[in-house]
């Protein structure tokens, strides 16, 4: 019990001080606060959900005391919750009945909670925490968008050394922009947490499951619905349309996600297979444009089922000659 405390404690502590480096001004501190989750992440899987929640409350107090409490409030709403709720979920599971896992037979197989649905927990969460951003600089459209043009003007008239007036153009397009940049930031960093933290547990040998498939990574067939009815509703003027376009945000990030399991599967067979994915990985880094790209393939693989196809016609390993 007293190892148990004291990894929630190092887990707590870690996650405020990343959190909290924000202060310096420190380019490396955006990273930092990006990764904040990861802690509380790997404590509630490799060590359990109570692990993960008391290293939150001991991060929030932790921040509490050294900043502010709706500072601290803040951050157990953005990052303590997620990183708690998605921990759980990762090993969440339930015996199947009838079912033997190895060679024990009294040792239960498992069905684990599925990666779709982990993906739309991830950006239902990414619509919640992006909608809360917007609602704190006002209660509506007109007064969110004026304060993003007052603070965009101010910073481009500090980057451009020129005084820069909230109608200009590129104020326009930006206030456009950060909706959907807030959004697909939050969904990115949020999945590259979950699977950050899961990998370290199983290097560690803490990950009490059994890795799972992400190349078999699917949505249920009613997200190409929301979708749909998101998309529509982006057209919209006022909280409405923005809070469309958020959703619609997410969920194309959640296919993008899913064209990226519908490319490691219908690459397989290639000789040169690592190369191509690291050309891939490469240009999503450089180009972030390309993800629409990938967006397209795992809505094609939701319409059509390319993975099925592939796999259902995969020639099998010839035999080894004697």
Not at 94 to 102: D, F, H, K, L, Y
Request: with cysteine.
């Amino acid at each position: 019990m007293m190892v148990f405390g004291l990894i929630a404690l190092i887990a707590g502590a870690a996650s405020a001080l990343m959190f909290a480096s924000i202060v310096s001004g420190a380019l490396i501190s955006l990273v930092l606060v990006y990764l904040a989750p990861l802690p509380l992440m790997l404590a509630a899987i490799a060590w359990g959900p109570l692990c993960g929640a008391l290293g939150g409350i001991v991060a929030t107090l932790v921040i509490a005391g050294a900043l502010s409490p709706p500072l601290a409030l803040g951050y157990g709403l953005a990052f303590a919750l997620p990183a708690w709720w998605l921990g759980h979920l990762a090993m969440l599971g339930r015996p199947v009945p009838g079912g033997i896992a190895g060679t024990d037979a009294a040792s239960p197989q498992v069905e684990w909670y599925p990666l779709g649905r982990i993906l739309l927990w991830i950006a239902a969460l990414a619509t919640l925490l992006t909608a809360g951003s917007l609602y704190s600089l006002g209660s509506d459209a007109s007064a969110i968008t004026d304060a993003m043009r007052h603070g965009l003007a101010k910073i481009l008239s500090m980057v451009s050394e020129t005084t820069v007036t909230e109608s200009d153009p590129r104020v326009g397009l930006m206030v456009a922009v950060i909706p959907v940049l807030v959004a697909a930031s939050q969904m990115a960093t949020l999945t590259l947490n979950l699977w950050l933290a899961a990998k370290v547990a199983a290097v560690s040998g803490r990950l009490h499951r059994p890795w799972p498939d992400l190349s078999g990574t699917s949505l249920p067939p009613m997200t190409l619905v929301a979708l749909c009815v998101a998309l529509a509703f982006s057209f919209f003027s006022g909280m409405t349309g923005i809070l469309a376009v958020v959703v619609t945000t997410v969920l194309m990030m959640a296919y993008a996600l899913v064209g990226l399991a519908v490319l490691h599967t219908i690459t397989r067979d290639l000789a040169n297979r690592g190369i191509w994915l690291a050309t891939t990985y490469a240009i999503l880094f450089m180009f972030s444009v390309s993800l629409v790209l990938l967006t397209a393939l795992g809505l094609a693989d939701a319409v059509f089922g390319f993975r099925e196809r592939f796999l259902r016609n995969r020639q099998p390993p010839p035999l080894p000659t004697t």
